[in-house]
């Protein structure tokens, strides 16, 4: 029997994240395949909504990321999503589903390297949570 491999649902910015991951590729740099990607103009358009949709959906993490703050292809578009990201996180807490299985972060459309090892440390951290499958479902539903 093979190891258990979570599934994290990944929401890149197009200006920014989604131009690291191909670069990440495009360099044979390694990282997990665990990740489904969902591209976004901005992550200031990601509505907490769609974060609870994938966990509900089944999915055992959800990794965003954007660009750098001040770097923003519509001026303040991240600092709308590190605002919700926040107050989302602490809700997920108070409701008691892990908050490693939710994860944020900025990386601009260079850093190729580091959305690998953000990548690495994405799985690693919903790893350690462990499968999400029932708890998120039921939790969620309760949201």
């Known amino acids: 029997m093979s190891e258990w491999e979570p599934k994290i ?6 200006w920014c994240t989604y131009g690291a991951a191909d670069l990440a590729g495009v360099n044979r ?3 997990p395949t665990n990740f489904k990607v969902i591209r976004v103009p901005c992550t200031g358009r990601i509505s907490p909504k ?18 750098h703050p001040g770097d923003c292809h519509y001026i303040e578009g991240n600092f709308y999503a590190r605002r919700r990201f ?3 996180k602490a809700l997920l807490k108070h ?4 908050e490693r299985r939710l ?3 900025w990386i601009s ?3 190729g390297p580091k ?3 953000t990548a690495k440390e994405v799985i690693a951290s919903v790893k350690q949570a462990g499968p999400a499958h029932q708890l998120i479902k039921t939790k969620a539903q309760v949201i």
């Open 9 to 14: 649902v990944t929401i890149l910015c197009n």
């Open 29 to 31: 740099l390694q990282y």
């Open 50 to 67: 769609m974060i609870l949709a994938a966990f509900r959906s089944g999915a055992d993490g959800v990794w965003i990321s954007g660009c």
């Open 86 to 88: 926040t107050m989302l």
């Open 95 to 98: 409701v008691g589903i892990d």
């Open 103 to 105: 994860h944020f972060s």
């Open 109 to 111: 459309a260079a850093e």
């Open 115 to 117: 959305f690998a090892a």
